[in-house]
């Protein structure tokens, strides 16, 4: 009797908890906007948040899209949404996106209907949200989609044996309002609240909701938003009704620990601490880096600093699998952000404090040296924690590069494209080739300019273009049709591993194919433009002789930058082989200002009308993976060999290293400490011995240069022109972690202290 009392007891007191009322026990919203969202859309998504969260009852998680890698952040994100809150009965899942999409393709048909989101208006990350979608139809669960943003009611995939229905905020073709009270998002909020105001059962479907969008006669939307049922059968519509999941008094749901490590997916909302930095930054901020830029690097601040809550330092990531020496490196890293974070955090309260008390008493606080401070601090040190993980991912030979690609730290450093690049690079068979562009797909836009020149500006599709020729008559005779089978090869290679999405700090302009002029017996690289950069160009080595005097701060910015290009290159295994002034362009630029695409003050030279943070590398012909095989081309012109490792003059007898790229990084300097040529000082025998040369270099860099540009630039310049020298027989990792500690670290240094 007493154990039947208790049972009926349980029941009594369990049966509001178990029976909701809905026809769903568990229901979860997947919130997406960019971390590059240059619509606002933050205070919309939060408003969503608190009516699902507060008067639905249902869970929330957040996505931030990241402009590194974000189909592959998305891809991963969706896969754990649907394995943790979408394979349990009677549950729902809900995906919201706010943001840009693009239109449909007109010239393009097998892409019409296909869509595509977007961070930014123009330009900006991208990613193929009709590729991932299907990515949900693994879940047990009924799915509901809607989407913010611009035709978003394109063409999608289906169906689905549960309920998958799309709420979509506009046709194919048309654009939906900004966030503010005409957003679909706003009336969608507004409509909702009207309905759950009759009472605690109220309750709508879908498509109750899509017909009643229009009822608000004062603030109706714009543009008509569309409704797609997507399941396979007939079935009604999925209802949504807030959920009664309070438990009653003695009973509590037991926490299921996590089995592997999950870094925080919340926006700053979420997170007080990371708020008022923001804020605190945001506030004394330099006019032309964005808030949302800052708010982003503190999310992802936050976001990593999350990984010293674990006992064990990496549960679950590759990264535990690292030699001990690695993970030590990488735990030191973490705990230099944690430090910074902390240190940064109690700066913005006192500030915070400071501003108050400012307000009261009618004075004016600011401090806006501290905050460019504080985030330029946090900025390397983030940059430093990411670098560290993602070296050691990719140059570690015991790493798997397919798992790495999946792994939860890697992606939240932002590796993903990296590990891409190596993997293509170790293994070509894994891309396909990227294909001819067709004579007539481009239309050349310079036409005053001799046809002979490097480079020729042009439009593919409207878009801007730089196109740098390749000739190979040299090589043939006059009775062959066409390249070398050889160099067509390696040409066509290049191309397609050059097309490969990377970061900007690798300072390469994104490649879009390639054109083969075999009249003029010549192929051509094909590089897309921003609309800013087709105005003109000018190469470094140009420069020297354009601008008699350069400030020293200047030319410290160009080699810092250049030493990130190489080390980025260097990272995923790739090296240049053609490294000169001749083959590091600038594009003209507009005056500073606070438009982010324009130079900050301090790096602009008006002289030349450069941004010298922003160098680009051409010159791509011999470019190839670091193991794969060399050419060993003969080259006697002294202008070239100028640049060159003693090794590699003439008829080399030694396949071409990294380390013979370090060593004409070291000339380029040595060019831009005495902001003169390297043939200018070398001279131009034919004769000339390269091992004296390399002595004369370092002779000079050592006696004179510590007077001329400081120890520091001093130091790196020798430290490149000897790096074959100083590292022979260290591994790849080991051999980078020197590049890293003796030049970039150094110039990096250098440049916080201009």
């Known amino acids: ?22 026809e769903y026990e568990k229901v979860t919203a997947l919130l997406l906007y960019w971390e590059e969202d240059d619509l606002n859309v933050v205070p919309e998504v939060d408003k969503l948040r608190t009516l699902f969260e507060q008067e639905f009852n249902f869970s929330t998680a957040t996505v931030i899209l990241p402009s590194i890698s974000p189909r592959a952040e998305l891809q991963y994100e969706l896969a754990a949404f649907v394995k943790k809150h979408g394979l349990a009965p ?41 590729e991932l979608q299907p990515t949900l139809y693994a879940a047990q669960s009924d799915i509901l989609i809607l989407l913010d943003c611009c035709h ?14 799309i709420l979509a905020a506009s046709a194919s073709g048309s654009c939906t309002p900004a966030p503010g009270r005409l957003s679909f998002t706003s009336v969608l909020i507004r409509q909702v609240r009207k309905r759950l105001k009759l009472g605690p059962n109220a309750e709508f479907t879908i498509r109750w909701l899509h017909k009643h969008l229009f009822d608000d006669k004062i603030d109706f939307l714009l543009e008509t938003p569309v409704y797609f049922d997507l399941s396979n059968e007939d079935q009604s519509s999925i209802v949504l009704k807030p959920l009664l999941l309070a438990p009653p008094s003695g009973f509590a749901r037991k926490a299921i620990p996590p089995s592997s490590f999950m870094l925080l997916k919340v926006s700053l909302v979420d997170d007080p601490t990371g708020l008022q930095i923001a804020n605190w930054l945001k506030s004394f901020s330099p006019k032309n880096i964005r808030a949302v830029d800052i708010e982003g690097l503190v999310l992802k601040a936050r976001r990593l600093e999350g990984l010293k809550e674990h006992q064990t ?19 030191e890293r ?95 068979n894994l891309i396909p080739e990227k294909p001819e562009l067709p004579n007539e797909a481009i239309t050349f836009t310079d036409l005053n300019s001799e046809d002979s020149v490097r480079f020729r500006y042009a439009e593919v599709a409207g878009t801007p273009v730089i196109v740098e020729s390749f000739e190979y008559g040299f090589m043939v005779s006059s009775d062959d049709e066409g390249p070398p089978p050889g160099t067509a090869k390696q040409f066509k290679t290049m191309v397609t591993q050059l097309s490969q999405p990377k970061r900007t700090s690798f300072h390469i302009l994104p490649c879009v194919g390639y054109i083969h002029e075999s009249s003029a017996q010549r192929f051509g690289l094909v590089f897309e433009l921003s609309p800013g950069q087709a105005t003109g ?65 301090e790096a602009y030279l008006p002289e030349l009308a450069i941004d010298v943070g922003k160098p680009y590398l051409f010159g791509f012909e011999y470019s190839r993976p670091d193991d794969a ?113 003796d030049v970039l670290e150094r110039l990096h240094k250098a440049v916080g202290n201009i």
């Open 313 to 331: 330092l990496f549960p679950g990531s590759l990264l535990g699998s690292l030699s001990e020496s690695a993970q030590r490196e990488v735990a």
């Open 334 to 428: 973490l705990r230099d952000l944690s430090d910074v974070v902390s240190s940064t955090a109690s700066t913005a309260a006192a500030q915070a404090k400071k501003t108050t008390a400012s307000v009261r008493s009618a004075a004016v606080f600011s401090d806006p040296k501290s905050a460019e401070r504080a985030l330029n601090n946090l900025e390397a040190t983030v940059s430093d924690l990411c670098a560290s993980v993602e070296s050691n991912l990719l140059l570690d030979p015991n790493v798997d590069l397919k798992a790495a690609a999946h792994d939860e730290v890697a992606i939240a450093v932002g590796a993903g494209d990296a590990i891409s690049l190596r993997q293509y690079l170790l293994d070509r």
């Open 537 to 601: 160009h000018k190469t470094l080595f140009d420069s020297f002789s354009a601008a008699k005097r350069v400030p020293l701060g200047h030319r410290i910015q160009l080699s810092y930058a250049l030493a990130v290009a190489i080390e980025n290159l260097h990272r995923v295994g790739w090296v240049h082989k053609e490294l000169r002034s001749q083959n590091i362009v600038f594009f003209a630029h507009e005056e500073p200002g606070q438009d982010q695409t324009k130079p900050r003050a």
């Open 152 to 165: 978003a009611a394109l063409k999608t995939r289906g169906g689905k044996d549960s309920k998958m229905e």
């Open 1 to 22: 009797m007493e154990a039947q009392r208790i049972i009926q007891d349980f029941n009594d007191r369990t049966r509001d908890y178990w029976q909701t009322g809905s």
């Open 629 to 741: 095989e060399t050419a060993l081309m003969p080259d006697f012109s002294t202008e070239t060999n100028v640049y060159r490792h003693p090794e590699r003059w003439g008829k080399p007898g030694v396949r071409f290293t990294k380390p013979h790229d370090i060593y004409a990084l070291g000339v380029i300097l040595f060019e831009l400490a005495r902001w003169q040529t390297a043939i200018s000082f070398a001279g131009s025998h034919s004769r000339m011995d390269p091992w004296k040369l390399k002595e004369k270099f370092l002779a000079e860099a050592k006696k004179n240069f510590p007077h001329r540009v400081g120890q520091v630039f001093s130091d790196v310049i020798v430290a490149c022109l000897s790096f074959e020298e100083s590292t022979r027989g260290f591994n790849e990792l080991d051999m980078h972690k020197v590049f890293q500690t």
């Open 90 to 130: 009677r549950s729902l899942i809900i995906v919201y996106y706010a943001g840009h999409a693009d239109p449909p393709d007109a010239k393009n048909p097998s892409s019409l209907g296909h869509s595509h989101w977007r961070a930014k208006e123009a330009g900006g990350p991208t990613l193929d949200w009709f």
